[in-house]
């Protein structure tokens, strides 16, 4: 009985109605407005493979989300990512830039992070 206890799982309830969830919700389901899409899209294509295969998977929409972000993201976010896919369309130097692309999305993400949770406290509360 006392290793039952000792050992039992504790999980954490998921708010589906807080503002954040309500977000990505409505992302995954294509109901959330621009900018705030092409940002959500950016940031998962990110946390998903990095730079490198966001500019492969998101090929026909690169340059529609990376204008978007444009509207979000501070200048040395937008320059990091569109040297990155500067080297990404003209095969030079890719996997360097696209890797210091990497790094700087991780070392910055709460930026995108905090622009997600400002709009989503604003907008589903």
């Keep these: 009985m006392f290793l039952k ?13 807080s503002p954040w969830n309500i977000l990505w919700d409505n992302w995954s389901s294509g109901k959330l407005e621009e900018p705030y899409a092409s940002l959500c899209t950016y940031s998962s ?8 295969c966001f500019f ?12 978007e972000l ?4 501070s ?10 896919y ?9 996997e360097e830039n696209c890797d210091i692309a990497d790094d700087y999305f991780y070392d910055h993400e709460e930026e995108i992070n905090n622009v997600l949770q400002e709009y989503a406290d604003k907008t589903y509360k």
């Design 45 to 52: 294509g990110i946390n998903g493979d990095g730079h490198y």
């Design 75 to 84: 200048k040395v976010f937008i320059s990091t990512i569109n040297k990155a």
């Design 86 to 94: 500067k080297a990404y369309k003209n095969d030079n130097n890719v």
């Design 56 to 67: 492969d998977n998101e090929e026909e929409n690169v340059e529609i989300i990376l204008k």
């Design 5 to 17: 206890k000792l050992f039992k799982k504790k999980t954490k309830k998921i708010d589906l109605t």
């Design 70 to 73: 444009k509207k979000l993201l």
